[in-house]
């Protein structure tokens, strides 16, 4: 069957309405108490976790893609993005708001102390204009740079992950995970990109000879 | 259902300014909490087994955290590195009989019934600040007894220069045991001179009631001018040593944990600042409180490192 312009704009709205139940989750927790002994890390940690993993979900839509051969994944790009940064945001409120309580000393007591918040901010640098130039106008208005902008998510990615990796006190069982995955989506990747050379060697080669042989 | 409030003090009847002003912060915070958190608490320490045992003069008068929220916050990775985890999976642990082995620099080493020394030893009520080396602190009233008394019936020898401190090791029940995300058994250690002094303690309930297994039952130490992970839980093994034992996180990330592990908020953790730290049980909205140097103990406890620098001896 063949999905239409209306059918994929319900789909599209199913996905942001799932997409924002982790928010709501933690908001609800909240305000019924039951975020437990440390409701600020609570959130805060929570927050990280949708963040990072709304980033490797955006960053699996192209494998998917590469893999299956179909299309339909990549409608889902922005989105994704958009909510990784939704997340982003929130995971950096609750640590200026709610645990530095917008404390200018504690800030720049804790932040040169600490190398793991130092990526994680870098992390939200690079996504923060990924986020701003997402919509369609900009796209158009960035023309071939705005792939080439758009690239950073890979960078993002890393970042995250050293950020992760940093501030972990002993048990690495999580980061390893999210590493792992992001490697994965990496790779599928880079081996695209070399098969599509070695394929468009390959056609050069068989262009030249056919021109020989002509 | 747990009927949780932010405060705790109608158990011990204390009212600081502290406890004041983190009540108004609380109702300030209302709008977020829930009607429930709103009720007045049945007290914590009614039916528990230490409810007529005197308070020791060493308590501080801080506001102490929710017992719910010090029962279910615990680094127990013997169990799990999950702290809500952990709670749950120290319930299998059986505590009694329990033996601890006293050995080494001692004129009486043997195997030690708890029961019997838990009769040698007058338990009290000790109210004290715990800080995490992770940045958030507790107010904890534990039921215990002082360490020294106790290592004086053992009569240490000259040699005696440490004591050291085993945790049971048993990976069947303690499942984290099974990873090696530290080296089990679990090993803490004192100088003596820390471990003669009238604020450590042996602690063996909390709250008036008996220890719960995730808070180190039955038996665990508690320093309180060093970081929690100094006060190893569910000892089985005490010896007197001439030598400085090397310590569990010690060995585990020697640059990051030292042997000394005394609270000092002018001594950042490699990776984190320590001169905040997060109280449990207050308002979101309530700031980190300013960590004191030795957790607040100083005064008691400052002269023991007096030729000594700290962010060497850390």
Same mark, same amino acid.
């Given at each position: 069957?063949?999905?239409?312009?209306?059918?994929?704009?319900?789909?599209?709205?199913?996905?942001?309405?799932?997409?924002?139940?982790p928010f709501f989750e933690l908001l609800f927790a909240g305000i019924n108490d039951q975020l437990g002994a440390n409701p600020i890390e609570t959130l805060h940690f929570g927050f990280g976790d949708w963040a990072l993993r709304f980033l490797c979900i955006g960053l699996a839509l192209t494998p998917i893609k590469i893999i299956t051969g179909q299309s339909w994944p990549v409608r889902f790009r922005r989105m994704m993005g958009l909510f990784a940064f939704f997340y982003a945001s929130l995971h950096l409120l609750v640590y200026v708001v709610l645990d530095l309580s917008l404390s200018w000393t504690a800030l720049i007591d804790e932040v040169p102390k600490s190398p793991y918040i130092l990526a994680g901010l870098v992390t939200y640098l690079l996504l923060l204009p990924l986020a701003l130039t997402s919509t369609s106008l900009m796209q158009k208005r960035f023309g071939r740079y705005w792939l080439v902008l758009h690239r950073s998510v890979y960078a993002a990615a890393i970042t995250a992950l050293v950020h992760y990796f940093w501030l972990v006190k002993k048990d690495y069982t999580q980061p390893l995970i999210y590493a792992a995955v992001v490697t994965m989506l990496l790779t599928v990747r880079v081996v695209n990109f070399y098969q599509k050379q070695i394929r468009s060697v390959r056609l050069g080669q068989k262009k030249t000879t056919n021109k020989i042989s002509r | 259902m747990l009927i949780k409030s932010k405060t705790e003090i109608a158990s011990h009847e204390i009212t600081d300014q502290a406890v004041f002003e983190s009540r108004r912060q609380f109702i300030k915070a209302a709008s977020v909490l829930s009607a429930s958190a709103l009720?007045?608490?049945?007290?914590?320490?009614?039916?528990?087994?230490?409810?007529?045992?005197?308070?020791?003069?060493?308590?501080?008068?801080?506001?102490?955290?929710?017992?719910?929220?010090?029962?279910?916050?615990?680094?127990?990775?013997?169990?799990?590195?999950?702290?809500?985890?952990?709670?749950?999976?120290?319930?299998?642990?059986?505590?009694?009989?329990?033996?601890?082995?006293?050995?080494?620099?001692?004129?009486? +080493? @043997?195997? $030690?019934?708890?029961?019997?020394?838990?009769?040698?030893?007058?338990?009290?009520? /000790?109210?004290?600040?715990? &800080?995490?080396?992770?940045?958030?602190?507790?107010?904890?009233?534990?039921?215990?007894?002082?360490?020294?008394?106790?290592?004086?019936?053992?009569?240490?020898?000259?040699k005696a220069k440490f004591v050291q401190f085993t945790t049971l090791h048993n990976p069947d029940i303690m499942v984290g045991q099974r990873s090696h995300v530290l080296e089990w058994p679990y090993v803490e250690g004192l100088r003596m001179d820390e471990a003669m002094h009238p604020l450590t303690i042996l602690a063996t309930g909390m709250y008036g009631d008996t220890l719960p297994n995730q808070n180190g039952a039955p038996l665990r130490l508690i320093v309180p001018w060093k970081y929690g992970f100094k006060s190893i839980k569910a000892i089985v093994?005490?010896?007197?040593?001439?030598?400085?034992?090397?310590?569990?996180?010690?060995?585990?990330? +020697? @640059?990051? $944990?030292?042997?000394?592990?005394?609270?000092?908020?002018?001594?950042?953790?490699? /990776?984190?600042?320590?001169? &905040?730290?997060?109280?449990?049980?207050?308002?979101?909205?309530?700031?980190?409180?300013?960590?004191?140097?030795?957790?607040?103990?100083?005064?008691?406890?400052?002269?023991?490192?007096?030729?000594?620098?700290?962010?060497?001896?850390?």
């Open positions: 069957m063949l999905l239409n312009k209306q059918h994929w704009a319900v789909i599209k709205f199913l996905v942001f309405t799932l997409s924002l139940l | 009720l007045p608490k049945v007290s914590q320490a009614e039916a528990g087994k230490y409810t007529n045992i005197t308070r020791s003069a060493l308590s501080t008068t801080a506001a102490v955290t929710d017992r719910a929220d010090a029962m279910s916050y615990t680094n127990y990775y013997e169990f799990s590195t999950n702290k809500q985890d952990s709670s749950v999976l120290a319930r299998g642990l059986a505590t009694n009989p329990w033996t601890v082995e006293v050995s080494g620099e001692t004129e009486k +080493p @043997g195997k $030690y019934n708890l029961e019997d020394i838990l009769q040698a030893n007058p338990v009290e009520e /000790r109210i004290y600040r715990f &800080r995490c080396v992770e940045a958030w602190s507790m107010v904890v009233p534990w039921v215990g007894f002082p360490l020294g008394e106790m290592l004086k019936k053992f009569k240490p020898t000259s093994k005490i010896e007197f040593t001439e030598t400085m034992p090397t310590t569990a996180w010690n060995k585990s990330a +020697p @640059g990051e $944990y030292g042997f000394y592990a005394n609270v000092n908020p002018e001594v950042p953790h490699p /990776r984190w600042s320590q001169s &905040r730290e997060r109280v449990l049980g207050l308002s979101i909205f309530a700031p980190k409180r300013e960590t004191e140097k030795f957790n607040g103990y100083g005064e008691q406890v400052a002269s023991l490192y007096s030729d000594m620098d700290l962010a060497k001896f850390f």
